[in-house]
């Protein structure tokens, strides 16, 4: 890319995403295009496809949890095409690094709710705990783990229709900031 491109798409894209400087606006266009490289052109100017970009959160950000990783490469994708372009790169990152208490806590409610529905299902619960919690009895950890999505659900639940509305998630983690990642980390740690 030459620099008066570049220039160009620094200046548009800081036009519209505030929390990042256009200097590390340039580092991140910079660094989605050597992730691209790294790949080959195997899709083109597609962009990041999902392997590469659970690639990057394992390595750069830890992330271990296969089924968050993949929400999160849902909640990065916003026009759902599979791939992730510049433009959602650097906005998904914009909350991602920098977002506000309320960013955040809408992006960890999409990451949670893993069909798409808008709600956390007892369902969903039970997956991504089962997902995060060592099993030495399988029969065991299920019956615990049907404890813990009871309690949570109690917890959570403040209309009692037996699922998580963002109202629900946004009402709990308000009370307890501690709740916002209560199903698994799917935001980076603040060292990072």
Not at 10 to 26: A, L, Q
Not at 82 to 98: D, P, Q, T
Not at 127 to 153: A, C, F, W, Y
Request: aromatic share 12%.
């Amino acid at each position: 890319m030459d620099q008066g491109t570049l220039r160009k798409l620094v200046e548009s894209i800081s036009k519209t995403v505030k929390s990042f400087k256009k200097g590390e606006v340039e580092c991140l266009i910079k660094l989605f295009h050597s992730f691209m490289e790294k790949v080959g052109g195997r899709f083109g100017n597609l962009g990041l496809d999902r392997d590469t970009f659970q690639e990057i959160l394992h390595s750069i950000f830890g992330m271990t949890d296969d089924t968050l990783m993949n929400r999160v490469f849902c909640a990065f994708d916003r026009d759902n095409d599979n791939y992730i372009n510049l433009e959602e790169w650097i906005r998904g990152l914009s909350v991602f690094l920098r977002g506000t208490f309320e960013e955040k806590m809408k992006f960890c409610f999409e990451v949670y709710y893993l069909n798409g529905d808008g709600y956390i299902s007892r369902e969903e619960i039970f997956e991504m705990l089962k997902n995060s919690i060592h099993q030495d009895s399988p029969e065991e950890t299920d019956e615990g783990i049907r404890e813990l999505v009871d309690i949570i659900v109690t917890k959570m639940d403040y209309d009692n229709d037996g699922k998580i509305s963002f109202t629900d998630f946004e009402k709990a983690v308000r009370q307890d900031k501690l709740l916002l990642e209560v199903f698994g980390p799917c935001l980076p740690e603040t060292k990072v």
